[in-house]
């Protein structure tokens, strides 16, 4: 279950600047030292170690995104971009059921009509935090409409919590 947090856009924008800086100097020192340490060990002098160099390279992204997805997950200077990638891996589970989330909203059904407004709540703050106005203001209208219909049925639009069995409801609908 995701849920959205509130975040400072401009804060958001130098905290994940600063671990992606992190990360790439990590993986150039890796690919750099495994690619020369594959030359030394395996390679022949004035020979062709391309293949040598490329298999550090690629060691280098394997150790990178281990590192990455294991203990530098939980770390909190990578707690900004990993909340960014989840905000956009639960927006990318709605926007893959949009046709039935969009049908069963007119059909008034309740758990598509709480999932919508989560994706519009989700879509605006994604928007906010990567400086994307021209993209958000195209979708106001939609979510004015939207968010007055919740009101006029009683359901709460405070729908920051990405419920799952909204999305096995319409998966199995």
Same mark, same amino acid.
């Given at each position: 279950?995701?849920?959205?947090?509130?975040?400072?856009?401009?804060?958001? =924008?130098?905290?994940? =600047?600063?671990?992606?800086?992190?990360?790439?100097?990590?993986?150039?020192?890796?690919?750099?030292?495994?690619?020369?340490?594959?030359?030394?060990?395996?390679?022949?002098?004035?020979?062709?170690?391309?293949?040598?160099?490329?298999?550090?390279?690629?060691?280098?992204?394997?150790?990178?995104?281990?590192?990455? =997805?294991?203990p530098?997950?939980?770390?909190?200077?990578?707690?900004?971009?990993? %909340?960014?990638?989840?905000? !956009?891996?639960?927006?990318?589970?709605?926007?893959?059921?949009?046709? !039935?989330?969009?049908? =069963?909203?007119?059909?008034?059904d309740?758990?598509?009509? !709480?999932?919508?407004?989560? %994706?519009?709540?989700?879509?605006?703050?994604?928007?906010?935090?990567?400086?994307?106005?021209?993209?958000?203001?195209q979708?106001?209208?939609?979510?004015?409409?939207?968010?007055?219909?919740?009101?006029a049925?009683?359901?709460? /639009?405070?729908?920051?919590?990405?419920?799952? /069995?909204?999305?096995?409801?319409?998966k199995?609908?």
């Amino acid at each position: 279950m995701f849920e959205l947090k509130p975040c400072d856009p401009v804060t958001y =924008r130098q905290q994940t =600047r600063r671990s992606t800086l992190i990360v790439a100097v990590l993986f150039l020192g890796l690919a750099m030292l495994l690619s020369s340490l594959a030359v030394m060990l395996f390679g022949e002098p004035g020979g062709d170690n391309f293949r040598f160099n490329v298999g550090g390279v690629f060691a280098g992204v394997l150790i990178t995104v281990a590192l990455v =997805r294991g203990p530098f997950w939980t770390q909190p200077w990578l707690a900004p971009a990993v %909340y960014g990638w989840q905000l !956009k891996r639960s927006l990318m589970s709605v926007t893959n059921v949009m046709h !039935k989330v969009t049908e =069963r909203v007119q059909a008034n059904d309740p758990a598509a009509i !709480k999932l919508l407004r989560f %994706y519009h709540l989700g879509v605006t703050q994604m928007h906010e935090l990567d400086a994307n106005s021209s993209a958000q203001a195209q979708l106001v209208g939609e979510i004015e409409a939207h968010k007055a219909k919740m009101e006029a049925l009683g359901i709460d /639009t405070d729908q920051t919590r990405l419920d799952t /069995t909204w999305l096995q409801s319409l998966k199995s609908a």
